[in-house]
């Protein structure tokens, strides 16, 4: 949107007359972005879920107890301690990008998130090596929240900084589409290992597999960026003196606004978000009794026919608005949060629990499609990344982090498995306050 309260278009209309146009953004080099963005994305996200994916196998062998609900609890609380980080690296991250390019923000956090996963992957139990295990698994998962704090928001960044302006929603979808695919593909792994390796072996050492593959993973998308040039707006703030010395103090003293919506906005999208994308797994397993093998496949095709249609969400955001979309995508949340929970705690069908869990992820489908875009429009490009993943991180870390921890704790404490609907509820709350505060514009 070209109006007066989207620094990104307001940056592009001083600069029209006087930047050479090998240096404008473009459709190819938005095309370009969002896909070398979007494909780091899908392992870095790929190496962040496993975690969660396979808690159900790391919590006897880390956090061993007579009570398996209580090993599974801790195992997910580990699982929002490394979301502490995420704060920490935004301020972190997000002024190293502000600072220094989003192309060596990008290389930096898939090579770090690489060694960090890997790390788990050869990491010994407390069987071994007694309280060391679970204290080194938390360091390391610390680590990871670091890395991942960067991630998103500067490959969203930079997809916004190289696209033209009426195209930003749609090419920055591609990173939200690149994270979900990356929870795809960590389900798939995890659900292949499932079916050729026995439960046993599979708690033993099969759970180490797929964390051993991220660094040879993290290598090649590492080497894909090592062909990437720096945004175009980057490029010219730099050239002509005006970045940021402290990004993060501008960002607090200039943009506090902005900044609370963005944390406000990520809250209404990490509290069902990442119930959806790690939560449900836990609790149809944990709770329901599934077949890990047949969760892990219904939970690989929603999130992947969700990561499908983010792409065609971000379009029609960029139709009728994105702040229209997100108002439309969490009042659906508000509604919709018990129902759907109604479905997944009753019913014994593992065909109904798919169409349950897809309608789920839809619906962040089309939060996902025009939030991050929005985010970056919040802020102008010499503090953009450190406003948008201070935000976010936020966000994330309050709604997101801790979220399955306490939508478990939820069930726990009241007995009843339609507990977690109501932490998606008061997410969407916030979520929609923050909202409607935005610009009609956006």
Not at 161 to 167: D, F, K, L, V, Y
């Amino acid at each position: 949107m070209t109006t007066s309260s989207d620094p990104v278009a307001s940056a592009r209309r001083d600069d029209s007359d006087t930047t050479p146009a090998e240096q404008l953004p473009t459709a190819a080099r938005g095309r370009r972005a969002a896909l070398t963005g979007g494909l780091g994305t899908v392992i870095e996200y790929y190496e962040f879920s496993l975690y969660g994916l396979l808690a159900v196998f790391l919590a006897p062998l880390f956090f061993p107890s007579a009570d398996p609900a209580v090993s599974t609890i801790a195992a997910l609380g580990a699982l929002g301690v490394s979301n502490v980080a995420r704060p920490l690296g935004g301020i972190v991250i997000g002024r190293f990008a502000d600072r220094h390019g989003r192309r060596r923000t990008l290389l930096l956090t898939i090579l770090v998130m690489g060694l960090a996963s890997a790390a788990i992957g050869v990491l010994p139990g407390y069987a071994t090596i007694g309280i060391a295990a679970p204290v080194l698994l938390i360091l390391v998962r610390f680590v990871q929240g670091l890395s991942a704090a960067g991630e998103a928001m500067g490959a969203t960044a930079y997809a916004v900084e190289s696209s033209p302006s009426a195209r930003t929603t749609f090419f920055s979808s591609f990173v939200g589409s690149g994270g979900s695919w990356g929870y795809v593909l960590s389900a798939v792994v995890t659900g292949v290992l499932s079916l050729v390796v026995s439960a046993e072996s599979m708690g033993a050492w099969g759970w180490r597999i797929p964390f051993l593959l991220c660094l040879p993973l993290a290598l090649v998308c590492l080497w894909l960026r090592r062909a990437m040039d720096d945004s175009p707006e980057f490029v010219r703030e730099k050239a002509k003196q005006q970045l940021s010395e402290r990004p993060f103090r501008d960002v607090l003293r200039k943009y506090p606004k902005s900044l609370l919506r963005v944390v406000g906005i990520q809250i209404g999208l990490s509290a069902p978000g990442y119930l959806g994308l790690i939560y449900v797994t836990v609790f149809l397993i944990g709770e329901r009794g599934f077949p890990k093998s047949q969760v892990y496949w219904v939970t690989a095709i929603a999130i992947g026919l969700e990561a499908l249609t983010i792409p065609l969400w971000a379009l029609l955001a960029d139709r009728i608005g994105g702040r229209r979309m997100l108002l439309a995508s969490t009042t659906a949340y508000l509604v919709l949060a018990y129902p759907l929970f109604l479905g997944l705690a009753r019913t014994d069908s593992i065909v109904v629990v798919a169409i349950l869990h897809t309608v789920f992820m839809q619906i962040a489908g089309a939060q996902t499609g025009p939030a991050w875009a929005i985010f970056a429009r919040l802020f102008p490009t010499n503090v953009r990344t450190s406003g948008m993943a201070l935000g976010y991180n936020v966000g994330v870390t309050v709604a997101g982090g801790f979220g399955p921890f306490i939508a478990a704790q939820l069930i726990v404490w009241t007995g009843s498995t339609l507990a977690p609907a109501y932490w998606v509820i008061a997410g969407s709350v916030i979520g929609l306050a923050a909202i409607v505060s935005l610009p009609r514009s956006l």
